[in-house]
């Protein structure tokens, strides 16, 4: 199961989260249960990622939320692997 919950733009938290592509200041990209997922924004901070939820929690000044290809799947990365 997959859900965002954004509070005023400010903070997010996504769950069923299965990998972490990349993420910095500018924008974020995760593969999600429901497929690829890029947000966009300024000062953008990872705060917390869980393995064992599959949950992560983002903040700073979200601009956009833009899910890509549902079946596109990422090489596995670093924090892939922790989720698997």
């Known amino acids: 199961m997959h859900n965002i919950i954004m509070e005023n733009r400010k ?3 996504i769950s069923g989260v299965t990998d972490v592509d990349n993420f910095g200041e500018k924008s974020v990209l995760v593969y999600t249960e429901a497929g690829e997922l890029l947000i966009g924004g300024r000062n ?4 917390a990622i869980s393995v ?3 949950e992560m929690s983002i903040e700073g ?3 956009s939320v833009v899910y890509g290809d549902k079946d ?3 090489p596995l990365s670093m924090f892939g692997k922790l989720f698997k």
């Open 11 to 13: 903070k997010m938290n």
């Open 72 to 74: 596109k799947k990422s």
């Open 61 to 63: 000044e979200i601009c």
């Open 52 to 54: 064992e939820t599959g």
């Open 44 to 47: 953008l901070r990872v705060n």
